[in-house]
Nanobody, 115 residues
Framework: QAQLAESGGGLVQPGGSLRLSCAAS???????MGWYRQAPGKQRELVAR???????DYADSVKGRFTISRDNAKNTMYLQMNSLKPEDTAVYYC??????????WGQGTQVTVSS
């Protein structure tokens, strides 16, 4: 069974940057890996995802500011977040979907953008 562990969240000023990491274990192949976020009182939403073939999708709200990537050797996915805005404040979750269409989630990491 896959296990995911996020890290890299924290408090940052508007305009700043953070890099989130998601280390995966217990899984060697997947359809897609992605980052989701959930702000207080809002539904969880897709931020970015990367498919096994390498193609990527981004939410319109983060295009041009966030970059998703992966290191297959380390079984780790990253989310580089630049030009952060207060509205990016949320708990960020790592997700992976395997070939049986089972979704696995990390525990989440808090990102707070505030001056």
């Amino acid at each position: 069974q896959a296990q995911l562990a996020e890290s890299g969240g924290g408090l940052v000023q508007p305009g700043g940057s953070l890099r989130l990491s998601c280390a995966a274990s217990g899984i060697s192949s997947y359809i897609v890996m992605g980052w989701y976020r959930q702000a207080p009182g809002k539904q969880r939403e897709l931020v970015a995802r990367i498919y096994s073939g390498g193609s990527t999708d981004y939410a319109d709200s983060v295009k041009g500011r966030f970059t998703i990537s992966r290191d297959n050797a380390k079984n780790t996915m990253y989310l580089q977040m630049n030009s952060l805005k207060p509205e990016d404040t949320a708990v960020y979750y790592c997700n992976i979907r395997d070939y049986s269409f089972t979704d696995y989630w990390g525990q989440g990491t808090q990102v707070t953008v505030s001056s």
